[in-house]
């Protein structure tokens, strides 16, 4: 949404929500306080990706969802459904988004963001750190509302979801 924006406008844009946004740059330079060091992290990743991405999607759904912390209910059926759309996606998307994801820089792009806009995130994203991304859009985002989920993970839209329809809902109908 923020990139649509970015580059088209808010012509044909009522609302805009990001939900567990990489917004605005997952990784640091001189100028950005990412949180990943240009390269380490992702190199990691498309490494994963490289040597067997099916045990990369099915180890990744534990922290996606929260799972690897104390005393959650794990799905095993979320964990599996996530594990089938990463294998669905091609090698080279697989690959390739990872730089994509962790390094474009969207900073710009929020700052055209000029309709209301909801931020939803929760605060114990392990994926993309709340502190890198969603504290930083709302101060970029003109006007900005901004819903913090506690304790909840990057795949809030699956352990959340009625919470997250309500807000949607909410938000769309004021």
Same mark, same amino acid.
């Given at each position: 949404?923020?990139?649509? *924006?970015?580059?088209?406008?808010?012509?044909?844009?009522?609302?805009?929500?990001? *939900?567990?946004?990489?917004?605005?740059?997952?990784?640091?330079?001189?100028?950005?306080?990412?949180?990943?060091?240009?390269?380490?992290?992702?190199?990691?990743?498309?490494?994963?990706?490289?040597?067997?991405?099916?045990?990369?999607?099915?180890?990744?759904?534990?922290?996606?969802?929260?799972?690897?912390?104390?005393?959650?209910?794990?799905?095993?059926?979320a964990r599996e459904s996530f594990w089938l759309q990463g294998?669905? /996606?091609?090698?080279?998307?697989?690959?390739?988004?990872?730089?994509?994801?962790?390094?474009?820089?969207?900073?710009?792009?929020?700052?055209?963001?000029?309709?209301?806009?909801?931020?939803?995130?929760?605060?114990?994203?392990?994926?993309?750190?709340?502190?890198d991304s969603a504290l930083l859009s709302a101060k970029i985002?003109?006007?900005?509302?901004?819903?913090?989920?506690?304790? /909840?993970?990057?795949?809030?839209?699956?352990?959340?979801?009625?919470?997250?329809?309500?807000?949607?809902l909410a938000f769309i109908k004021a």
């Open positions: 949404m923020a990139r649509y *924006i970015g580059r088209h406008g808010s012509r044909r844009v009522a609302k805009a929500v990001l *939900i567990g946004a990489i917004t605005p740059v997952m990784v640091k330079s001189a100028s950005k306080s990412g949180r990943y060091a240009a390269g380490g992290n992702s190199n990691k990743l498309r490494a994963a990706v490289q040597a067997d991405r099916s045990v990369l999607w099915k180890d990744l759904s534990l922290p996606f969802y929260g799972y690897n912390r104390p005393g959650a209910k794990i799905s095993e059926g294998m669905m /996606a091609g090698f080279p998307a697989c690959y390739f988004c990872i730089k994509a994801f962790s390094e474009t820089d969207l900073t710009e792009d929020l700052r055209k963001l000029d309709v209301p806009t909801l931020i939803i995130h929760g605060d114990d994203d392990q994926i993309v750190p709340i502190a985002v003109k006007n900005a509302k901004l819903k913090i989920y506690r304790g /909840a993970p990057h795949g809030l839209c699956t352990t959340h979801k009625n919470l997250v329809n309500e807000d949607l």
